[in-house]
């Protein structure tokens, strides 16, 4: 593999960040990792694209090569917060494009109930990359965009508003597990983290578990569905 891979850093920090995972009813977990779709899905509204950009959803999604890194642990833990909502067809909600959204469907006689888990005070560094490299969007037109969003950003989910910037520049590494080493830290300490099983080691007292982790989405159809295969484990970030 080439020495000379271009790696994208991004800094997801914030009082409350989500990494959704398989909701249940009305409970809504989050995982620690953000998840592929999660990622396509904030670039993709960096860009300015719309849900019905389906095929370009999918692209990016296809193309993206990334690890992450855990910065910082909150020591409490993961934060739920419970939602009473009475709700009626005429509400309006807030978004992202700058005009309000209506909902379908009738009222609710009873509130409408919910809970979201949310990790406090969480830091997540990303590095990424794109493969092919050449396609657009590039990794300079992503970088563009994250500095100039053409809608607010969130992390997981619209009320998780990032702390600062995101992007955060660009290193060179071969592999993303070497990325991820070289990525700037906030602190020097062991940390988890996940890398794509071929980026990087599979064995060894770093590696915790290789999983196949479910965390795509087919853009074209809407729903959930895939895995890649992933590690699950710690490094240590040196000076």
């Known amino acids: 593999m080439s020495g000379t891979q271009r790696w994208l850093v991004l800094r997801l920090e914030a009082p409350l960040v989500a990494f959704g995972g398989v909701a249940i009813d009305a409970i809504g977990v989050t995982r ?18 719309q849900r019905t950009d389906r ?11 990334f690890a992450v890194r855990r910065d910082r642990e909150n020591p409490a833990g993961v934060l ?8 009626g067809k005429n509400d309006r909600g ?11 469907g009738a009222s609710y006689s009873a509130p409408h109930r919910r809970q979201r888990d949310y990790h406090v005070d969480a830091c997540i560094t990303v590095v990424l990359r794109l493969d ?16 100039r969003p053409a809608r607010p950003l969130f992390i997981g989910r619209k009320p998780c508003l990032p702390s600062g910037l995101i992007q955060r520049g660009e290193i060179i590494a071969a592999t993303a597990y070497d990325a991820l080493c070289a990525a700037p830290r906030i602190e020097l300490h062991r940390t988890r983290a996940l890398w794509p099983a071929s980026e990087g080691p599979q064995t060894g007292d770093d590696v915790a578990r290789v999983v196949a982790l479910p965390d795509l989405r087919n853009w ?15 490094l240590t970030v040196l000076p």
């Open 80 to 87: 739920t917060d419970t939602h009473n909502v009475q709700l």
């Open 55 to 65: 095929a370009a959803h999918q692209s990016l999604q296809d193309r993206l090569v």
């Open 94 to 104: 807030w978004t992202t494009w700058g005009r309000p959204e209506g909902r379908d």
């Open 132 to 147: 092919p490299a050449d396609t657009m969007p590039d990794l300079a037109a992503l970088a563009a965009a994250l500095d």
């Open 220 to 234: 074209e159809t809407g729903l959930h569905g895939g895995d890649r295969l992933v590690v699950e484990g710690a």
């Open 32 to 49: 620690d990792f953000p998840a592929a779709s999660m990622l396509t899905g904030l670039l993709a509204n960096a860009l300015g694209w």
